[in-house]
């Protein structure tokens, strides 16, 4: 299998130096060729398979130059259980008669980001070994949240790398914010940036592109990838669990083989409802990809109109993983769809100097087949949390709500019945403050004492990962401006 940037498909890359490179030098995403499809029988043998074995079966497909010794010993070790507090690993929870929750928050740092980052590392050092490459790896991040946790947990004391986090000041919620700063590790460093996720994203892409920067770290033996889902060692795991979720659904004798289930995923970079649709293009059954987004709608607004439009106001709202108006991975969406780098290379320009660009009718056609997109705003977030905690006594976090909300406009508007997996992306103890506002509670306590007081309102306990963070000293407490990120990672190489 080749991999190619999305602006340029003459340069050909193997699935380790996509990985090793993280980005494409022309700007591109690293991107497969084209799309393999499952065999006729795999769903069937897949279905008693546990999820570690499933992973080594799809990985396999995109990833020739690896063995299966290697991807069964890098699952093995990515998703055991001294990492993941479900033997499932990413369990499928029944809601409500047809409507299926896939928990992907079961990992060391409570959201799914964990289902791709436990594995990235094991990914990326092999693919450095593989591509001869002798410098040390320094992975920076650019997090809403979710991702700076878990990629420093995955990355933590990982020889032959270093990784640096960069998160908005402002934007994420207090339990996610010491989850950052106490992380342990000697690779390991974080910083804040005055500003949004996007200005510490543009950031952290404007580090990979500046050639002195680059040069500074060469000299000093090092070079820079990414653990963002613009890197494809974090898109690939990810296909794994839907496709595994229709396993658990047939198994389970829920669906039979072969019918079709829609998807709806809280969306932010689009990394995650990307995913579903690989994992739709190599033949899983699915019906309609369901996008569902917070008030910073840009995706909704395009999946209407075919107008990729990021200047409007950005908002902070509850469920802030999801607070982003650029959303890098659909440019590996639009390659798919048109098959034509020059096309995409265009969008992207547009984006670049006028913040915007309008597909085509052809492109807005493909989209509207597989994609709904759908929003809602915090007060209707909370109104979810409620109504699924008192109809059916499971507990949601803000992201997994907007989902639900999503999923039930879609089934109003379209008046679908078609069983649904709704992706739950983060344990509600990660969001607890907001959570237990919806649920309806005054005299919010402040920090971790807020992990405590939803346990008692829900008498179900707070994650392990999250429980311990009363135990951790801050290590970090750099807050750098968005122009100055450099120094930052000159702070950190020494
Ligand atoms: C990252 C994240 C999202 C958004 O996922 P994308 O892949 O960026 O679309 C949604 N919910 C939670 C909890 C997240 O951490």
């Known amino acids: 299998m080749r991999y190619i940037s999305t602006r340029n498909s003459a340069v050909q890359y193997s699935a380790a130096q996509a990985i090793a490179q993280g980005l494409a030098k022309d700007g591109?995403?690293?991107?497969?060729?084209?799309?393999?499809?499952?065999?006729?029988?795999?769903?069937?043998?897949?279905?008693?398979?546990?999820y570690q074995q499933r992973a080594v079966y799809i990985m396999k497909m995109f990833l020739e130059e690896f063995s299966v010794k290697e991807l069964t010993d890098f699952a093995n070790?990515?998703?055991?259980?001294?990492?993941?507090?479900?033997?499932?690993?990413?369990?499928?929870?029944?809601?409500?008669?047809d409507i299926h929750c896939l928990e992907l928050w079961h990992g060391p740092t409570c959201a799914f980001k964990d289902m791709a980052l436990q594995m990235l590392p094991h990914l990326l050092t092999a693919s450095l070994t593989k591509t001869e490459e002798d410098k040390t790896v320094c992975i920076l991040v650019a997090t809403s949240g979710d991702t700076g946790k878990g990629a420093l947990e995955g990355f933590r004391d990982v020889p032959r790398t270093k990784i640096l986090?960069?998160?908005?000041?402002?934007?994420?919620?207090?339990?996610?914010?010491?989850?950052?700063?106490?992380?342990?590790?000697?690779?390991?460093?974080?910083?804040?940036?005055?500003?949004?996720?996007?200005?510490?994203?543009?950031?952290?892409?404007?580090?990979?592109?500046?050639?002195?920067?680059?040069?500074?770290?060469?000299?000093?033996?090092?070079?820079?990838?990414?653990?963002?889902?613009?890197?494809?060692?974090?898109?690939l795991p990810q296909i794994v669990y839907y496709i595994s979720a229709y396993c658990d659904l047939i198994r389970d004798e829920r669906i039979a083989l072969g019918q079709t289930v829609d998807i709806c995923v809280p969306t932010g970079n689009f990394g995650n409802i990307l995913a579903a649709y690989y994992a739709?293009?190599?033949?899983?059954?699915?019906?309609?990809?369901?996008?569902?987004?917070?008030?910073?709608?840009?995706?909704?607004?395009?999946?209407?109109?075919?107008?990729?439009?990021?200047?409007?106001?950005?908002?902070?709202?509850?469920?802030?993983?999801?607070?982003?108006l650029i959303s890098s991975n659909l440019e590996r969406l639009l390659y798919a769809l048109t098959q034509d780098t020059a096309e995409v290379e265009g969008y992207m320009a547009q984006l670049n100097e006028n913040g915007r660009y309008q597909v085509s009718s052809k492109v807005l056609d493909k989209l509207q087949k597989r994609f709904k997109g759908y929003f809602c705003g915090d007060d209707e977030t909370k109104r979810t949390i409620r109504s699924v905690y008192e109809e059916h006594g499971y507990l949601i976090d803000t992201h997994t709500a907007v989902a639900f909300s999503a999923l039930e406009q879609y089934r109003r508007e379209t008046g679908s019945d078609s069983p649904a997996i709704v992706a739950s992306t983060a344990s509600p103890f990660k969001?607890?403050?907001?959570?237990?506002?919806?649920?309806?509670?005054?005299?919010?306590?402040?920090?971790?004492?807020?992990?405590?007081?939803?346990?008692?309102?829900?008498?179900?306990?707070?994650?392990?990962?999250?429980?311990?963070?009363r135990d951790k000293a801050v290590r970090f407490s750099q807050v750098v401006e968005k122009e100055h990120m450099a120094d930052a990672v000159r702070s950190l190489l020494g």
């Not at 001294?82 to 499928?92: G, L, Q, T, Y």
């Not at 369901?290 to 908002?315: E, I, K, M, Q, W």
């Open 431 to 469: 969001f607890c403050a907001s959570v237990l506002e919806a649920l309806g509670e005054t005299g919010i306590a402040s920090g971790l004492d807020a992990l405590d007081q939803l346990s008692a309102k829900t008498g179900q306990p707070a994650p392990a990962p999250l429980a311990g963070l």
């Open 28 to 50: 591109g995403l690293l991107t497969p060729f084209y799309i393999p499809k499952l065999p006729s029988k795999a769903l069937e043998d897949l279905k008693d398979m546990a």
């Open 77 to 97: 070790a990515a998703y055991g259980p001294d990492k993941f507090d479900s033997p499932a690993v990413a369990p499928v929870r029944t809601v409500d008669g």
């Open 165 to 235: 986090v960069f998160y908005p000041k402002d934007g994420v919620s207090q339990v996610q914010e010491l989850q950052m700063v106490t992380q342990e590790g000697g690779n390991v460093g974080v910083a804040a940036v005055v500003g949004n996720f996007d200005d510490a994203q543009t950031g952290v892409k404007r580090l990979f592109s500046d050639e002195a920067v680059r040069q500074e770290l060469a000299d000093k033996g090092y070079f820079f990838s990414s653990a963002n889902s613009i890197n494809w060692g974090r898109v």
């Open 280 to 324: 739709q293009e190599m033949g899983l059954p699915i019906g309609q990809l369901v996008c569902a987004s917070n008030s910073n709608n840009v995706l909704t607004d395009f999946l209407r109109t075919g107008l990729y439009d990021r200047d409007r106001p950005f908002h902070n709202t509850i469920s802030p993983s999801m607070d982003i």
